[in-house]
């Protein structure tokens, strides 16, 4: 949670901020009344600051449906009365206030303007907050205008969400920056819903606010170019879409159930207890626990920054697999990640490492990997815009994503040798491999890739 300076003291605006998703979430008040804007799925923290200042939560604001996380505006209206506002054209089906051009919310001393900004999804809207002069003091550009970039127009194009073509709705946000959010005030706070990581763009900066004024000057996307430049430069080295977020946008559009009800839903098994045969087993341990002893056919997913994206960039939304960890406390922070993409749901179970781990991985030898590389088949699965610069010569790229489908696309006539970019996702993708693969030798680089890089062969 980070505090963001106010011009005067009629109104605080607070800024939640998740890094595992690079989610940024609002909290506004003005006098006793607060407004929350894009909430995360644990809705406890909002909770907290309008106790904190003796406050109520009266509205509830969505700029749209998001893709990348599970939203709990439903739940914090049932919880307080708050209303919720959303543009008509999302057709959600819980219980709103639209909220589109021209209409508005008043929140103590100030109000809440909707501005209509379609782009990065059709039913995007932008919230200006004016002060009782009636003057712009912000913007919340949810995933329309990032610091540094714009929203991806690209992840509504399934028929599951909307059918619309990537270069239909970028043509929609070059007009949406052009005629609407540039036109405001030089001057003008910038408060968007996602920062450096978010998959909803592609350079996003580190900074988590800034103004209008600035975006003009440095931002790639509001340069003077033409519509059909715009697109061509938008659509270009977009990364990758994980698997949850269509999933994820539906899930939103109909209200999530509740958070902590949802956490303990999830059963919790013995570590003895049989599993069921074909479900998935995701070990969240650390990648040298899980090479000295895990589970047969296990994918090792280790808990860390990333967790969510990566669970739901491997496993499909309809994918059922068991969670396991090392204690208590680590299972209950997996499970609320995994809550946090709306997967919840799909666990059969919760575990603690059992006794018996029958499978280990093998050691690669550093030094031939160095001196040798041709005596392995060298899968590099990272994305495809970093392994345009290859660590090795003649490396089979399969982003992690990826992985599970085509593994057995994998030669296996020498041993195989797995590496990303730092070892977080070659834990993974080498677990990955080894289940699709059982009669191959399979290898984790891991970190030391980075002792690679400066000996390309």
């Known amino acids: 949670m980070s505090p963001l300076p106010s011009s005067t003291g009629s109104v605080q605006i607070q800024q939640f901020y998740d890094k595992g998703l690079a989610h940024a979430s609002y909290a506004i008040r003005s006098g006793r009344q607060v407004a929350i804007i894009d909430p995360a799925r644990d809705p406890q923290p909002y909770y907290d600051f309008a106790d904190e200042h003796d406050a109520q939560i009266v509205a509830v604001i969505e700029t749209h449906p998001h893709a990348d996380f599970v939203s709990s505006h439903l739940e914090i209206s049932q919880e307080t009365g708050a209303t919720i506002y959303v543009s008509k054209l999302v057709k959600a089906t819980y219980p709103h206030d639209t909220f589109d051009d021209g209409d508005r919310i008043t929140l103590g001393a100030m109000e809440l303007h909707a501005l209509n900004t379609p782009g990065h999804s059709p039913d995007s809207i932008s919230v200006l907050l004016m002060d009782e002069l009636a003057q712009t003091r912000a913007v919340f550009t949810g995933d329309t205008l990032f610091v540094g970039d714009v929203g991806r127009p690209d992840l509504r194009e399934s028929d599951l969400v909307g059918g619309h073509s990537r270069e239909a709705l970028a043509a929609q946000l070059y007009h949406s ?272 890739i980075t002792q690679m890089t400066p000996i390309l062969h």
């Open 177 to 448: 920056t052009r005629e609407k959010l540039m036109t405001l005030p030089a001057t003008t706070k910038v408060y968007p819903a996602h920062g450096p990581g978010s998959l909803c763009g592609k350079t996003t900066s580190t900074d988590l606010d800034s103004t209008i004024g600035k975006e003009v000057k440095t931002n790639y996307a509001l340069q003077p170019m033409s519509e059909a430049e715009f697109i061509k430069v938008l659509l270009e080295d977009q990364p990758f879409m994980p698997k949850y977020f269509g999933h994820d946008v539906v899930l939103n559009r109909l209200g999530a159930l509740p958070f902590e009800d949802s956490v303990r839903a999830v059963p919790r098994l013995f570590p003895d207890a049989e599993l069921e045969p074909g479900v998935l087993l995701i070990d969240t341990r650390p990648a040298a626990e899980f090479r000295a002893g895990h589970l047969p056919g296990a994918i090792n997913l280790m808990d860390g920054g990333k967790f969510e994206t990566w669970l739901g960039s491997i496993i499909g939304p309809q994918e059922p697999f068991y969670l396991l960890a090392d204690s208590q406390i680590a299972l209950d922070t997996v499970i609320r990640k995994t809550a946090k993409i709306g997967y919840e749901g799909n666990v059969r179970g919760a575990i603690l490492t059992p006794r018996e781990m029958p499978a280990t991985s093998p050691a690669v030898e550093v030094e031939q990997v160095r001196q040798q590389p041709q005596d392995f088949t060298i899968v590099d699965i990272r994305n495809r815009t970093e392994a345009q610069q290859p660590v090795f010569d003649n490396a089979l790229v399969i982003p992690l994503p990826e992985l599970r489908e085509r593994a057995h696309e994998i030669p296996t006539d020498k041993p195989v040798l797995v590496h990303c970019a730092g070892g977080y996702r070659s834990a993974a993708g080498t677990s990955i491999v080894q289940a699709a693969l059982p009669g191959a030798t399979v290898y984790d680089l891991g970190e030391a």
